[in-house]
Nanobody, 122 residues
């Protein structure tokens, strides 16, 4: 079983920065981790993609965060990070970590964390 756990959310003024962290807790040694990334959901909206990094280091970002957010990962410690700079009130949302967990002979399992709240005041 793979369980992502997020931390680092909070309240910040517009223009400020926050760094989110996510640790994938792994039960047993039969799982390997593929892409790790972030999604967000604002009140009344659907969950939307924010950023992702593959196990090989390739990255992809939503247009709305390009140039402001940076995703990175620490494979040895099964962690993924999201550095958020120049935050805007529109970035206010619950940010959730997503991890693609793989086992030999099994389909990829998408694992989700509980989420961490980010609030940006104007």
């Amino acid at each position: 079983q793979v369980q992502p756990v997020e931390s680092g959310g909070g309240l910040v003024q517009a223009g400020g920065s926050l760094r989110l962290s996510c640790t994938a807790s792994v039960s047993g040694n039969i799982w390997s981790l593929g892409s790790m990334g972030w999604y967000r959901q604002a009140p009344g909206d659907q969950r939307e993609f924010v950023a992702v990094m593959t196990s090989g280091g390739a990255t992809n970002y939503a247009d709305s965060v390009k140039g402001r957010f940076t995703v990175s990962r620490d494979n040895a410690n099964r962690m993924v990070f999201l550095q958020m700079n120049n935050l805007k009130p529109g970035d206010t949302a619950v940010y959730s970590c997503n991890v693609a967990a793989m086992r030999v002979g099994r389909p990829i399992t998408q694992c989700w964390g509980q989420g961490t709240q980010v609030a940006v005041s104007s």
